[in-house]
Structures are given as structure tokens and as C-alpha cells.
């Protein structure tokens, strides 16, 4: 049975401004939302980081940094891992939808991230961001979730297409 909606596509094409306009959105008719999303962080133009927000309340932490002396590596970043277990425990907490941005390399640092990402899949309604390297495990559980494969040409009629399909796992009128 579908219970959400999985996003993938290429960095940089608006999986988490998807993310962020959806919830948004659902938030407005009253929808609870708990997990969260990845935003990067610049500096004079130059991306420097990531920031784990909670879709709730958008309190967060560094996800990863380059400037950060500790935590394994992923390409230039040093990934914080305590970081991510702070956005597991935001999937603890009740919710009508649960929302994971991303499933990434970064977030692969965890050692219980996927496992965590697969109890959401097999027991809840979610909205989950798949990073272009995780295609294989995407595939493996896509008879619980619609797959959108978000382009430049795609990604705003996107955001009406993944209410869509939310609305209705929501049993939203």
C-alpha cells in the first residue's frame, strides 16, 4: 500500500525548496508535520555547509561543515553525526506526516539512519528526499511510495503533483 511520496533528482534542482513549500502548504490546513529538511549554507557564494532544520519549529543543527575539525568525511565536509541522531528523534514524536530530507550520503554516516528511514517507510505517511546515489534502495520500496523524479523542467508543477498524492494518503478532502 502507498504511504507517501518518495523525491529524487539531481543536487541543486529544488528537492528541499519542494519540501519546504509542501509542508508549508499542508501546514496551513492543519496537517501535523514532524522530521526535517537540509539546507545548505553559503558564504560569499562559496557552500560551506548543511543545516538539519525541524520542519516544525525550524530550530537546527549542523548537519555538516567545512570548517568542522571532527566527524567522518563526506567530500569536503565533516559530517556531524550527533546531528543526525537529533533528527531521528524528531521522527519520535507524533505526526499526520513525516518528512525526511534527505536520504544521502551525509546522512549514511549515522549507522542506524537507513533503518530508522525504513521503519517511516514501512509504518507511516511520509515525504521522503532521496539523494541520486540512494536509486537502488528507492527502488527496493517504491510499492510503498509514489516516486517523483524531480527536473528543471518538472520541479514546479511538482509541488501540486506531490500534494496530490498527499492529500489523498491523508484522506484530505
Not at 553559503?42 to 532544520?53: C, M, Q, S, T, W
Not at 549515522?110 to 528507492?138: A, C, G, Q, Y
Not at 516516486?147 to 506531490?162: G, H, K, M, P, T
Amino acid at each position: 500500500m502507498v504511504q507517501g511520496v518518495f523525491v529524487t533528482g539531481p543536487p541543486g534542482v529544488g528537492k528541499t525548496t519542494l519540501i519546504v513549500k509542501v509542508t508549508s502548504r499542508l501546514k496551513e490546513r492543519g496537517i501535523r508535520i514532524v522530521g526535517f529538511y537540509t539546507v545548505e549554507e553559503r558564504e560569499g557564494g562559496v557552500r560551506v555547509g548543511f543545516r538539519l532544520v525541524n520542519v516544525s519549529n525550524g530550530e537546527w543543527r549542523w548537519l555538516a561543515h567545512v570548517n568542522k575539525v571532527q566527524g567522518p568525511m563526506v567530500g569536503k565536509y565533516h559530517v556531524d553525526v550527533n546531528s543526525i541522531e537529533w533528527g531521528l528523534t524528531l521522527l519520535n514524536q507524533e505526526g499526520d506526516l513525516y518528512v525526511i530530507d534527505e536520504v544521502g550520503p551525509m546522512e549514511m554516516k549515522h549507522p542506524s539512519f537507513l533503518r530508522r528511514v525504513e521503519d517511516v517507510v514501512n509504518s507511516r505517511r511520509f515525504l521522503i528526499t532521496i539523494h541520486v546515489k540512494m536509486s537502488n534502495w528507492v527502488n527496493s520500496h517504491l510499492n510503498l511510495g509514489s516516486l517523483i523524479r524531480l527536473s528543471y523542467v518538472n520541479r514546479d508543477a511538482a509541488v501540486d503533483e506531490v500534494l496530490n498524492y498527499l492529500r489523498t494518503i491523508l484522506n484530505m478532502a
